[in-house]
């Protein structure tokens, strides 16, 4: 029931105030007096479209209060479900600012306009000559029987059985909802430990086979340096290991005419013995080099795996490869 009811700057009406008896009241005026209007800044309350060219004075922003006694009503409901505090006295409130921008509030707590309407329309009916009145719809009809039958304790225990029924529903459906979250989330993980698992991963094998891959790649150009090379110090046309056999030769005889130029002698040997043993050494790392185009695309195949799961994954080596594939293994149970 309405106790109290403020409208300040609505359309006409600056500033109205009343407080109806209970029962029957009724307020009459010729036309154009203002009573469609009162009815318009009720209507605010009811959620009804606002607009700020309604305004008494465009500066100042427009008030509706209406204070209601709820007793009775059977709202307990209603309040719980749109997690409102309950009172016996309800306040509806509703503003429009200049600007156009309507704010609406029950018990001082901000609502929107649906939830207004739901509350609004439990504690007030606005019937006029052209409006159908709610004698024939279900929840009207319920309301009466109810009433005339005394039904009120029955109601609101059904109302918090059925509550509670939602509430368990909706918990069910979340639990569904995790557990098929779970679900996906197990099957994913389990599809990303097999991938790591079929990988075979080995920490230090990415960098043997970028070194593989490396000499492999270049295993032409080497080889023929090292030949080259090879050359340089055993060749029949200007071989450095004849010229410093010379030299030799050569610092061996002075030796014998003077002894004191046996340390030259001595260096020279030594160096000759230090380029055969390089000319033999890179002799055979020239054998060792062998030019192997199907085993360098085996390594690149691999490292293309390694460098796409690390990409995958947003890690740098297999190493944090390898520390995921060990997690992912304790969150399936492998």
Known sequence: MLTHLLIRNYALIEHLE???DPGLNIITGETGAGKSIMLGGIGLLLGNRADARSLYNADQKCVVEGTFDVRGYGLEPVFEEEDLDYADSCILYREINPSGKSRAFINDTPVNLDTLRKVS???MDIHSQHDSIQLGTND?????VDAFAGNRDLLVAYQAAYQ???DAAGRYRQ???EAGRLRR?????SYLFQELEAADLREEEQESLEKELNLLEHATEIKDRLTYASGLLDNPERAA????KELVGTLTAVSKLLPEFDGLRARAQS???ELKDLGAEVERESDRIEVDDQRAGQVRDRLDVLYALQQKHQVRSVAELVQLRDELSLRVGK
């Open 18 to 20: 009343l407080s109806p």
């Open 121 to 123: 329309r439990r504690l």
């Open 140 to 144: 009207f009809q319920l309301q009466v």
């Open 164 to 166: 509670a029924y939602r």
């Open 175 to 177: 639990l569904q909802e």
């Open 185 to 189: 989330e197990f099957d994913y993980n």
């Open 241 to 244: 290991l004849d010229q410093i």
């Open 271 to 273: 160096c000759l013995i």
